[in-house]
């Protein structure tokens, strides 16, 4: 019990200071994006990329709902059916993200084409945007099985460790953004999304090397 309370503990503080560091990080990365894209491209960016904060509250309850499962199923010590759930959860997320990208490349291309206004002189930056954003938020989708089983594990110290990186690397990629003569736009969209795409594959090297269940293959 001593032993359980003293884990509780630990993980609390870690999750305690991932917030405070990831909060004023990203307070201060909001402002300074705002001084380098300037109001008319953080503005285009926050209309056409906006799909990615948008699903980050998706990302929350998909995240809560596939790490109760894996919880549940660590607690019954059943191997072969924690693995099942984990193969399950991983099936449904990359059918959830190939559902969100048909939607987002027809109805959402269209809205982008025929509502939005946009100044001719920014069109084709945004439409850059808008793709690289729906690219950015299947990978961050995809994501959530292997970022649920991390804290399924109850390794909150990676957990932690995780967020307040990917908070640090967003503030570098801002200022990143003052060099060079690259359509500043552009060039954040194309940041964030390998900044994503790096994340996932730490998910997935790490779960792969630390737990057995998400040693399966993508789909059943």
Known sequence: MASGNKTIAKNTVFLYIRTFITMIISLYTSRVILQVLGINDFGI??????????LSFLNSALSAGTSRFLTYELGTGNKEKLKNTFSTTLTVHIILSLIIVLLGETLGLWYFNTKMVISADRFSAAAWVFHLSMLTAIISIVSVPFNSAIIA???MKIFAYIGVVDA?????IVFLLTSGNIDKLILYAVLLLLLQLSLFIFYVLYCKLSFNESKVNFFL
């Open 45 to 54: 960016y926050q209309a056409v990329g906006g799909i990615v904060g948008l």
């Open 153 to 155: 594990h109850e390794r």
């Open 168 to 172: 640090i690397l967003r503030l570098a």
